[in-house]
């Protein structure tokens, strides 16, 4: 089974600060998704990237796919506190059927 | 309103007292998925479908079963629930599996089985 390893796997930061997130694995997957999850509710697509080399913007929010598609980043810049969240990678497994997701990284953004 | 609804939200049950959590999307989606999620693990798939009557195991399917009768339905049953299988349980469809496709998930349900 393909693995997914996130870290940090928590991270507190003051308003204002920049902060990146990673999502690594061994194996190679055809994309992966970047999820946030707040307090009880489920997680929510933030995006999705395809291509090696790949760099998408979310307004402060910036997710880069490693060229050899075996991992991606995840940086905010000037992080606020509505940023707070865990945030999760997920990746289809290359049966093309099962999702994996990464343990997730808990983001407290103080003001 | 596009959703995914799931029914309980909370439920706490003994050992032993079979139950079913209830999934329902409107969007049509053809695949549909259940997830559990437990501190410092994520989300760990327990069973998926590709459509209707088409159903196969995810990394976690012991102790659960599901059916996919119909496109909208994807009922999650725990048989014998034991005290392991607390956790918090997501639903979640998507229109298929491919690179591009959005999963929607439910709001979970959290069950604690005593």
């Known amino acids: 089974t393909q693995l997914l390893e996130q870290s940090p796997q928590f991270l507190s930061i003051q308003e204002g600060e920049n902060l990146t997130v990673y999502c690594n694995s061994s194996?190679?997957?055809?994309?992966l998704q970047w999820y946030r999850q707040e307090p009880g509710e489920g997680p929510v697509l933030l995006v999705t990237?395809?291509?090696?080399?790949e760099v998408k913007k979310l307004k402060r929010l910036t997710f880069q796919f490693g060229d050899a598609r075996k991992d991606s980043s995840l940086h905010i810049t000037a992080a606020q506190p509505g940023d707070t969240g865990l945030y999760l990678c997920?990746?289809?497994?290359?049966?093309?059927?099962?999702?994996?997701f990464g343990a997730g990284t808990r983001l407290f953004v103080k003001a | 309103e596009a959703q995914v609804t799931q029914n309980p939200r909370y439920l706490i049950t003994v050992t032993g007292k079979k139950l079913t959590v209830t999934c329902s999307q409107n969007?049509?989606?053809?695949?549909m998925s259940w997830y559990r999620q437990d501190p410092g693990l994520g989300l760990r798939q327990i069973y998926y479908?590709?459509?209707?009557?088409?159903?196969d195991k995810g990394d976690v399917p012991e102790g659960y079963k599901v059916s996919r009768k119909e496109k909208r339905n994807f009922p999650l049953i725990l048989e014998s629930p034991s005290p392991n299988q607390t956790s918090l349980y997501f639903c979640?469809?998507?229109?298929?599996?491919?690179?591009?496709?959005?999963?929607?998930f439910g709001p979970g349900t959290r069950l604690t089985v005593l």
């Open positions: 990237v395809v291509t090696g080399g």
């Open positions: 479908s590709m459509n209707v009557e088409v159903t």
């Open positions: 194996s190679v997957f055809s994309s």
């Open positions: 969007m049509n989606h053809e695949y």
């Open positions: 997920a990746g289809a497994d290359t049966g093309g059927f099962k999702t994996i």
């Open positions: 979640a469809s998507s229109f298929e599996l491919a690179d591009t496709d959005t999963q929607y």
